[in-house]
């Protein structure tokens, strides 16, 4: 059983920055593509960023690559996901997801297996 735990969330104000942080329990954790999405408050759930296993090659959403960072730490089991210049539109609740290494990481959610159980980050203006 692999799990996933994240951990940073909290109340910010615009324009901060924070680390999110995602641990993987599995001892093969460098054999997972990572990634994070977001859930805005009355929204659909969206993707953010993706990391291959190996952290070569990464992917964003396109409104967020210039202000957010994903990466990872093979030796820790935990990926990070940094953000900058926080906006009241950030505001939502942060899952990370984990799925068999591929190659190139999935965008879509439901090519995830593994959830973790999110981190709030709410952003006052």
């Known amino acids: 059983q692999v799990q996933l735990v994240e951990s940073g969330g909290g109340l910010v104000q615009a324009g901060d920055s924070l680390t999110l942080s995602c641990v993987v329990s599995?001892?093969?954790?460098?054999?997972?593509?990572m990634a994070w999405f977001r859930r805005p408050p009355g929204k659909e759930r969206e993707f953010v960023a993706g990391?291959?296993?190996?952290?070569?090659?990464?992917n964003y959403a396109e409104s967020l690559k210039d202000r957010f960072t994903i990466s990872r730490d093979n030796a820790k089991s935990t990926t990070y996901l940094q953000m900058n210049s926080l906006k009241p539109e950030d505001t939502a609740v942060y899952y990370c997801?984990?799925?068999?290494?591929?190659?190139?990481?999935?965008?879509?959610?439901?090519?995830?297996?593994?959830w973790g159980q999110g981190t709030q980050v709410t952003v006052s203006s």
């Open positions: 997801a984990a799925t068999t290494a591929r190659g190139t990481t999935p965008t879509v959610a439901s090519e995830f297996r593994y």
């Open positions: 599995k001892r093969t954790y460098g054999y997972y593509d």
């Open positions: 990391i291959t296993w190996s952290g070569g090659g990464t």
